[in-house]
């Protein structure tokens, strides 16, 4: 079945420290996009990209970078510049229909 | 520029009861609608969209919302909750262009009491 994969779903980073969440999508989407959760604020957009080799930034880029070297993946790499990365992150992938998005089941990025 | 606006960030029904969810839009050209539901520590899932075919959308699990173009809304309802029915909702808007990006609503947490 096609769907959209994020992994880990839980990941706890040291003070400091750079790490990457995964995502990856066997929908053969164009565009993908990377959203934080946090509690009472909604869906914020981090990032986007809507075709291979190229991305924008969206609402809270700082602290935060993706590659898009495949079609099927779209890595989020959550750096020691971000001061507050404790979240859910969530990852969707979109054709270019405007059938809406497809998430993945998200992580959750702790501290400590 | 498109917006939407979800009134009420927490709403409590009976089970039993409609369930009412209100959302109103702002966007210059035609819209793209989609209401999503969020499950705890889950990714989001497609409940129903509008996308300029008939006004009134009957999406998964019982959910129907009414695109009202003079009213700008595209409210959601169920005409009888089920304790499962218990999550969080969002409303977005896109404007079906070449980006497709959807704007969120900030969601509408739902609780369903026995």
């Known amino acids: 079945d096609g769907g959209i994969t994020q992994s880990p779903k839980y990941l706890f980073r040291k003070e400091g420290q750079n790490v990457t969440l995964s995502c990856e999508q066997n929908?053969?989407?164009?565009?993908m996009y990377w959203y934080r959760q946090d509690p009472g604020q909604g869906l914020r957009l981090i990032y986007y990209?809507?075709?291979?080799?190229?991305?924008q930034k969206g609402d809270i880029a700082e602290g935060y970078s993706v590659s898009r070297e495949k079609k099927e993946s779209f890595p989020l790499t959550v750096t020691s510049a971000q001061k507050n990365p404790t979240a859910f992150y969530l990852c969707?992938?979109?054709?270019?229909?405007?059938?809406?998005?497809?998430f993945g089941s998200g992580t959750r990025l702790t501290v400590v | 520029a498109q917006s939407v606006t979800q009134l009420g960030s927490h709403v409590s029904v009976s089970e039993g009861a409609l369930v009412l969810l209100r959302c109103n839009y702002s966007?210059?050209?035609?819209?793209?609608l989609f209401w999503y539901v969020q499950y705890p520590n889950q990714g989001l899932q497609l409940l129903l969209k509008?996308?300029?075919?008939?006004?009134l959308v009957k999406g998964i699990n019982g959910f129907e919302a009414e695109f009202k173009k003079s009213e700008t809304s595209f409210h959601l309802t169920k005409p009888s909750a089920h304790m499962s029915d218990a999550a969080e909702y969002f409303c977005?808007?896109?404007?079906?262009?070449?980006?497709?990006?959807?704007?969120f609503g900030t969601g509408t947490l739902l609780a369903v009491q026995p």
């Open positions: 990209s809507q075709i291979v080799n190229d991305f």
């Open positions: 977005a808007v896109s404007d079906g262009g070449a980006t497709n990006k959807l704007i």
């Open positions: 966007s210059s050209v035609p819209p793209y």
């Open positions: 929908l053969n989407h164009d565009a």
């Open positions: 969707a992938s979109a054709d270019r229909q405007g059938h809406g998005y497809t």
């Open positions: 509008y996308t300029s075919a008939a006004t």
